[in-house]
């Protein structure tokens, strides 16, 4: 192998190690839905409320923040979408399963993760569409380390049963 090469080489392998494997974004609560995913789900479900937001990135006219604090608002009467604070998933799964109980329609973007008692406990009675691939969040450079699903909660919703395999 040439000199010049050898150099090639050196110059890749170190690019490759400096690459992060987990972009540390990732883990803060401001993850942005993907554009494209949220209009393609907009047209099928017309959604009238983001009840986790922030003013900058809120998907609906209607929407919470954290000074309204979504989880203490009704969404009965509401389509909504949740792209929820990764920090508290389980806290926000069951607020959209009980709000989809008083008639709201609540699609849930998520990190598709059947060890949790989340999954367990409420996604299972939900309609679930698994996405193939990795989403690039707002404006992360690499796409996200883990997989997505969007678990849809709606009116043929069946009332929480424990699923849960004790071992
Ligand atoms: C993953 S981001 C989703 C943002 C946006 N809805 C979207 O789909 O791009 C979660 C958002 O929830 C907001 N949030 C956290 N706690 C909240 C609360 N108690 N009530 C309303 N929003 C909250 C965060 O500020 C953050 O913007």
């Known amino acids: 192998m040439s ?3 050898k150099t090639k080489k050196y110059i890749k392998a170190k690019k490759l190690k400096e690459k992060p494997q987990i972009d540390l974004r990732y883990l803060k609560d401001e993850r942005e ?3 494209k995913l949220f209009l393609d789900l907009d047209r099928e479900f017309n959604f009238t409320l983001d009840p986790c937001c922030t003013e900058q990135n809120a998907k609906c ?3 919470f923040t ?3 604090d979504g989880l203490v608002q009704d969404w009965s009467e509401d389509v909504v979408f949740m792209n929820p604070p990764y920090s508290a998933i ?3 799964i069951k607020k ?3 709000e989809a109980l008083k008639g709201a329609t609540v ?3 998520i990190i598709s993760d059947t060890s949790t008692t989340y999954w367990h406990e409420y996604c299972l009675f939900g309609k ?3 996405i193939r691939g990795r989403l690039k969040f707002g404006d992360n450079r690499y796409p996200a380390p883990f997989p997505s699903v969007i678990v849809i909660f709606d009116q043929e919703i069946r009332q929480h049963e424990s699923q849960l395999i004790l071992f």
């Open 3 to 5: 000199y010049e090469e």
């Open 66 to 68: 954290k000074k309204e």
């Open 96 to 98: 959209a399963h009980n």
């Open 107 to 109: 699609a849930c973007l």
């Open 33 to 35: 839905t993907p554009e």
């Open 128 to 130: 679930i569409r698994f």
């Open 61 to 63: 006219k209607k929407f």
């Open 90 to 92: 389980l806290t926000w």
